[in-house]
Every structure is written in structure tokens, then in C-alpha cells.
């Protein structure tokens, strides 16, 4: 009987239980349009933030102009139904995606885990070449007191931060232990652009009504999962009402 | 013939203290687990919800629609194929807006005989994470259309163990 408690209780520790949230969507209010409606009045101060994401690049704009474009490559991780095999592959636009083991065409619901890594680019000719950074056991880049990517994993004593934390944090072993070096995500430099943006648009005076908006705009064929990182990244960077909208169209 | 004495086995006595311990054990553990909140919102059998660390614990819910690989669900109830969804020019799904509109209607009514403090509008969506925005925002407008304004969407917490 000890044994079979000690079993049970070791079998359900083991146990993963999935904890759901969900992600709110502002939509800003839309009335009925009267036939002696004047058109509103543009506002000067607004900063009309948006995101745009296409399947190259990230692009911040608002209403001074746009930010330069942050490049990426798309990288996905296939996991086959047939044979639950795993595979890594970059994923280019239109290209059939076989499994290496049984040569199957992989369809996109086969597609376990969507990456998009930074590139620095001169041009969007320019092939680029990745960004790396050290990451937390969290998954979170570090960044220096300056604000720049560590690109080596800080030694102990080290003071580092993370996007959407200002706080400063002192480098410790055991963290530095869990810590590695990785390729950049896109999603983590939009996210320090934006936090940029935020806190720099939060110091004006008057305080912009908008200061806490953003849209994210995406072409239709972007997949889902793409928006809900980037309202991660919008999030995280301080801007709480997220709305989307469809390039060509509105939502 | 000699009489054959049949000697009664001592009774075993069940002994359940180990049992005992062992379900006080599960249930603490299930209990700290499972969150009351977690226990609102189910998820989809056909899906992969997307990751969020961002995300809030889900609050009562009215309404949820389910997109998957195959069908476009709104309440358990199967509308349409997913795939018909992606080829229709229209932003607006008709299935899905003669569903929404009746049950949006419902609602309003049950707020004025008072069975609901409010008709909040709320609609929970979940979809697969690899589907094409162009469905999710098909969803979404048809959701606005006919009066569903408070859309949220279904993810998995991200660094969260049970």
C-alpha cells in the first residue's frame, strides 16, 4: 500500500494540466452615421500607432511616419502526424514541406511551433544575418542597463532587465546557469521598439488619448498564431488596448 | 466417520488509514491544481490553442466559438466547414450571423425580464493556431455584426504549471 501511494502521488506530479486565459481584443466604439454628421476633426496629437506584419518583416508606424522595418526569418518546427516525427525547416512562401521519414506533405495544421527570428538587414535585398541574445529560463531576452541586447549570458553580479519589466535585476549563478544564447525572436525586438515608443509617448504633456493603443495590421493569409504573439508583444510593452485590423480592409 | 473440524480464518480486517492518506493526498494536489477559474472555459478537442503570457483568467463566459481544422462550432452546435469559411468573399459568415443575431437577441431578452444582470455582448473564440487570419477576422466581424463587441480570445497560459 505504501508503495502504491508513493506511486500515485509521483504519477500525478508528473501530470501537465493546461491552464487556459484569454486575450481581450478592444474595439473601439462605432456609432451610426447621421446624414448631417461633420467628419470628425483630425487630432494632431494622436499618435495613431500601428503594426504592421507581413510575411518578410515587422513595421512599426504611426503618425510622424514609420519605423525602420524589423526583418525576419520564419522558422517551424513540423511534427508529422503519421509517424510523430520532429523536424525544424525555414519556411519559405509556397513551398511543399515533405517529412523527412515517410516523404509525406506536411499540411499547415502540422505546424507545431511557428519561430521568427530577428535579422539585421541593410536592405530587403540583403540576405542578413541573424541576432542572438541571452535568454532567461522563461524565454525572455536579456537586455543591458543601456537597453541593448546581451549577446553573451551576463556574468554574475551583472545588472540585466527583461521587456515589460523596469526593474533591474542582478545577475545571480544559479540564473546565469539556466540562462543560453539564442536566436533573437522578432517578437522581443518589436516588443523593446515599442516599449520605447510607449514610454516616450507617456512623458508628453498633454498625455495623447491614444497612448495606450495600438492596431496590429495583417495580411489574411498570416497565420493566427503571428497576431496573438505580437498582441503579446503589444502587451507586454505597456500598450493594453490591442485592436486588429486586415490590410485592405477593417475589423 | 469422524466429524472435520472446520477452523474459521481469523476475519481480515480492512485497513484503510494508507488509503485514506493517499486520496487526502490527491485531492490537495488536485485542488491546488485546478483553479476554480481554470474550470469555466474547456478546451476544444481539434485544436491547438496559440501561447500567451499575456493573458487574463477567464471570467463567465456566454457564448463560445470553436474554429478548427474542420468546422466552424459557435455553442457546441456544427455550422459549416472551415474551409468554406476561407473561400467566401464576404467578410460576413451567414451561418454563424443568423446564429449570433438569435442568440444575441436572447440575451437582451433575459436582461429585461431580469434573468441576467447584463447583456454584456461577451463572445469567447477559439481557434486552431495555425488558421489563416483571413478566417479569424471573417469570425470576428460577423461577431461585431451582429452586436458580439466584447470578443476575447482563447490561449494557453504560457510558464504555467499545474
Same mark, same amino acid.
Given at each position: ?81 503519421? &509517424? ?7 519556411? /519559405? ?5 515533405? =517529412?523527412?521519414?515517410?516523404? $509525406? #506533405? ?98 508628453? &504633456? ?7 493603443? /495600438? ?5 489574411? =493569409?498570416?497565420?493566427?498564431? $503571428? #497576431? ?24 | ?162
Amino acid at each position: 500500500m505504501n508503495l502504491f501511494s508513493i506511486l500515485v502521488v509521483s504519477v500525478i506530479s508528473m501530470a501537465q494540466f493546461e491552464k487556459l486565459g484569454v486575450l481581450e481584443l478592444w474595439l473601439p466604439e462605432r456609432g451610426q452615421p447621421q446624414a448631417n454628421d461633420k467628419p470628425p476633426d483630425i487630432d494632431e496629437a494622436l499618435l495613431n500607432l500601428t503594426v504592421i506584419i507581413t510575411d518578410k518583416g515587422v513595421t512599426i508606424g504611426a503618425g510622424g511616419g514609420f519605423q525602420p522595418t524589423i526583418y525576419y526569418q520564419e522558422e517551424v518546427e513540423y511534427r508529422s502526424r503519421s &509517424d510523430q516525427h520532429v523536424f525544424r525547416k525555414v519556411y /519559405v512562401t509556397g513551398e511543399e514541406v515533405k =517529412s523527412p521519414t515517410d516523404g $509525406k #506533405v506536411m499540411s499547415q495544421y502540422e505546424r507545431e511551433t511557428i519561430m521568427l527570428n530577428s535579422v539585421v538587414k541593410k536592405d530587403s535585398a540583403d540576405p542578413g544575418t541573424y541576432q542572438y541574445a541571452a535568454i532567461d529560463p522563461e524565454g525572455n531576452a536579456l537586455m543591458d542597463t543601456a537597453g541593448n541586447w546581451y549577446a553573451t549570458v551576463p556574468p554574475s553580479g551583472a545588472l540585466y532587465r527583461v521587456v515589460g519589466d523596469e526593474t533591474l535585476k542582478k545577475m545571480d549563478p544559479r540564473t546565469s546557469a539556466f540562462c543560453k544564447v539564442e536566436k533573437l525572436s522578432a517578437y522581443q525586438e518589436v516588443a523593446k521598439t515599442l516599449e520605447k515608443i510607449h514610454l516616450l509617448y507617456s512623458q508628453r &504633456d498633454p498625455l495623447p488619448a491614444d497612448v495606450d493603443d /495600438v492596431v496590429i495590421l495583417a495580411d489574411e =493569409s498570416v497565420i493566427y498564431d $503571428k #497576431v496573438i504573439q505580437m498582441m503579446d508583444a503589444c502587451k507586454s510593452a505597456g500598450f493594453d488596448r490591442v485592436a486588429l485590423s486586415l490590410i485592405g480592409g477593417e475589423v | 466417520m469422524a466429524k472435520r473440524k472446520i477452523k474459521r480464518q481469523p476475519e481480515a480486517a480492512l485497513i484503510i488509514t494508507s488509503l485514506v492518506d493517499v486520496f487526502v493526498i490527491v485531492l490537495v494536489y488536485l485542488i491546488r491544481s485546478i483553479s476554480s477559474e481554470g474550470s469555466l472555459m474547456t478546451s476544444a478537442d481539434n485544436l491547438v490553442l496559440p501561447m500567451s503570457q499575456r493573458s487574463k483568467s477567464p471570467t463567465e463566459i456566454s457564448l463560445t466559438i470553436i474554429g478548427d481544422q474542420k468546422h466552424i462550432t459557435v455553442d457546441d452546435q456544427v455550422l459549416m466547414e472551415t474551409e468554406v469559411v476561407r473561400k467566401q468573399d464576404s467578410l460576413l459568415v451567414k451561418p454563424v450571423l443568423e446564429i449570433l443575431t438569435k442568440k444575441r437577441e436572447e440575451e437582451r431578452k433575459a436582461e429585461v425580464l431580469g434573468l441576467i444582470k447584463e447583456a454584456t455582448g461577451k463572445v469567447v473564440v477559439q481557434f486552431d493556431k495555425n488558421t489563416p487570419y483571413d478566417i479569424v477576422t471573417k469570425i470576428m466581424a460577423t461577431c461585431g455584426y451582429a452586436g458580439y463587441n466584447n470578443i476575447k480570445f482563447a490561449v494557453s497560459k504560457k510558464n504555467e504549471e499545474g
